[in-house]
Nanobody, 123 residues
Framework: QVQLLESGGGLVQAGGSLRLACAAS????????RGWFRQAPGKEREFVAA????????EYAGSMGGRFAISKDNAKNMVYLQMNDLKPEDTAVYYC????????????????WGQGTQVTVSS
């Protein structure tokens, strides 16, 4: 059993920053890739960023334009998403996800999902 719990969402003005956190608990030893997705109102869920739990390799959606940075703390079993220069189009529910596999598999079919945290960017 794996649980993922996101935190750090909220309301921020355009140009501001937020740092999301994802705490993993349970049988997490095989979760070799973790990442973030988001879903805006009326849109499909989309990939944001991912990180290899052992390698530290990172991948980002092309549209993020270098404004987002994913990181991890293995000791705390945490994954973070630093979001800078936020735009109104970044408004979405952000989900933490994890997979017993690599980043490529995470992007297609994550094994575990968090409940999501709302990020709202006002103009």
């Amino acid at each position: 059993q794996v649980q993922l719990l996101e935190s750090g969402g909220g309301l921020v003005q355009a140009g501001g920053s937020l740092r999301l956190a994802c705490a993993a608990s349970g049988s997490t030893f095989a979760l070799f890739a973790r990442g973030w997705f988001r879903q805006a109102p009326g849109k499909e869920r989309e990939f944001v960023a991912a990180i290899g739990w052992v390698s530290g390799t990172t991948e980002y959606a092309g549209s993020m334009g270098g404004r987002f940075a994913i990181s991890k703390d293995n000791a705390k079993n945490m994954v973070y998403l630093q979001m800078n220069d936020l735009k109104p189009e970044d408004t979405a529910v952000y989900y933490c996800a994890a997979v017993m596999g690599n980043i490529a598999k995470l992007r297609i079919a994550a094994d575990y999902w968090g409940q999501g945290t709302q990020v709202t960017v006002s103009s």
